[in-house]
């Protein structure tokens, strides 16, 4: 079981990935901002961050950049799920610090498998 701290404004994304990560054995802590979530984040520890890029305020992109930049929190893997499915959107959020990037919805075995794999190491 990992502890996963998810960073999304749709409460209504926020609470179908929550019960699709408990559903696979994960404890799910989430923040509605990106400037709360990089908080949560170094007060937490999560063992994975799952960012979404659409926020308000600071956009995922940018969180991602400064979880990864900074010495707290850059050996957390950084998670992107979003609806922005275009491979440029994908290789920018590798580039700002992503260990992976995956396009909502998505389906239940493909996440579970990319979570595991960073978990993995």
């Not at 957390?76 to 590798?94: C, F, H, N, Q």
Request: glycine share 8%; charged share 25%; hydrophobic share 40%.
């Amino acid at each position: 079981m990992a502890r996963i701290l998810l960073i999304e404004d749709s409460p209504t994304d926020t609470a179908v990935l929550t019960q699709l990560l408990q559903r696979n054995g994960h404890e799910v802590f989430a923040s509605g901002s990106a400037e709360d979530g990089i908080e949560a984040c170094k007060r937490e520890r999560p063992d994975l961050v799952m960012m979404d890029v659409v926020l308000p305020g600071m956009n995922g992109f940018q969180a991602t950049r400064a979880l990864s930049r900074d010495a707290d929190t850059s050996q957390i893997p950084v998670l992107i799920v979003s609806t922005k499915g275009m491979e440029t959107d994908r290789a920018w959020g590798m580039r700002q610090g992503a260990r992976d990037y995956i396009v909502k919805p998505p389906r239940e075995d493909e996440l579970i498998a990319r979570i595991n794999a960073l978990l993995a190491g």
